[in-house]
């Protein structure tokens, strides 16, 4: 099922991927708990695209409640250093972006990568991963990808086991 709507969403209607229309394709994702690194790897296995995991230089704890007041310390500008990308997004002209949702908007560490691009002329393919509130996380990525083409995105759903629930438009 989540296979099919992510092809759905990513395919035209006459099944030749619009992604995929002589241009190079990248999949960017950060993955804190492994749920967005299991869509990435689950759509990448399926589009031809070359991938890129965005790593911080320093980890996060794995203590949901220990990060939130470490993020609500350092305040909503904090952007954490991240490992250089091995791929430039200027040599596609397509990317899909996964991320999971944090505090109902984008994670620190993909705003720091999201920030360092020239986004004019891209097309991107949005996902979000979250066990619920998304609903600013769109609107931050438009704002953020000044000049990019940013399609309707996936919002993936899991629940606390890490299962997906739901699937959305």
């Known amino acids: 099922m989540l296979l099919k709507l992510i092809l759905q969403h990513i395919y035209s209607r006459g099944g030749r991927a619009v992604c995929c229309d002589s241009q190079l394709v ?18 990448a296995g399926y589009i031809p695209c070359d991938t890129e995991q965005i790593i911080t230089v320093s980890s996060y704890p794995l203590n949901r409640v220990l990060i939130h007041r470490i993020l609500a310390r350092l305040g ?10 091995r791929h430039k997004v200027s040599n596609y002209g397509t990317v899909i972006i996964g991320m999971p949702v944090w505090n109902n ?10 920030e360092s ?22 609107s931050q ?9 940013i399609t309707d995105p996936l919002y993936i759903i899991f629940d606390s086991d890490g ?3 739901d699937v959305r438009e």
Request: glycine residues 10%; charged residues 15%.
């Open 26 to 43: 990248l999949l960017v994702y950060y993955s804190f708990s492994g749920k967005t690194a299991r869509v990435a790897k689950l759509i």
């Open 105 to 114: 908007g984008i994670p620190n560490p993909m705003l720091s990568f999201l």
């Open 76 to 85: 909503p500008r904090h952007r954490p250093v991240i490992l250089r990308p």
């Open 141 to 149: 990525l438009q704002n953020t990808c000044k000049g990019a083409g």
């Open 117 to 138: 691009v020239d986004w004019r002329g891209i097309r991107v393919y949005p996902f979000f991963t979250s066990g619920g509130l998304y609903v600013n996380a769109l």
């Open 163 to 165: 299962n997906i629930t």
